[in-house]
């Protein structure tokens, strides 16, 4: 069973930046999708950015400019560089796998998740 943990996150004031790092361990495949989500109080997650094992990448149009999603060469390890950041970028960000056959940010496609890491955004 893939497995994945979430680090990184943490309190930011407005206009700065953090970096996120998702671990995977157990996998079982070369070829992963990958991607972070987030969700805010009260609303539902969403996808923020996509990177498939090839390296292409997909953002949402949040995120596009700002955030910066990648992977090391063994694929084990995925990051979500994010700068710029704003008050409505508070959420729990998750980060997510999986191995079909599309990359994309639709939740339902992601078979394996993390537990999720806390980013707060202050004005």
């Known amino acids: 069973q893939v497995q994945l943990v979430e680090s990184g996150g943490g309190s930011v004031q407005s206009g700065g930046s953090l970096r996120l790092s998702c671990a995977m361990t157990?996998?079982?495949?070369?070829?992963?999708?990958m991607g972070w989500f987030r969700q805010a109080p009260g609303k539902e997650r969403e996808g923020v950015a996509a990177?498939?094992?090839?390296?292409?990448?997909t953002y949402a149009e949040s995120a596009k400019g700002r955030f910066t999603i990648s992977q090391d060469n063994g694929q084990n390890n995925m990051y979500l560089e994010m700068s710029s950041l704003r008050p409505e970028d508070t959420a729990v960000y998750y980060c997510?796998?999986?191995?079909?056959?599309?990359?994309?940010?639709?939740?339902?496609?992601?078979?394996?998740w993390g537990q999720g890491t806390q980013v707060t955004v202050s004005s």
């Open positions: 990177i498939d094992f090839d390296g292409s990448t």
């Open positions: 157990r996998y079982t495949s070369s070829s992963y999708c």
């Open positions: 997510a796998a999986h191995s079909h056959w599309s990359c994309g940010l639709g939740d339902s496609e992601y078979d394996y």
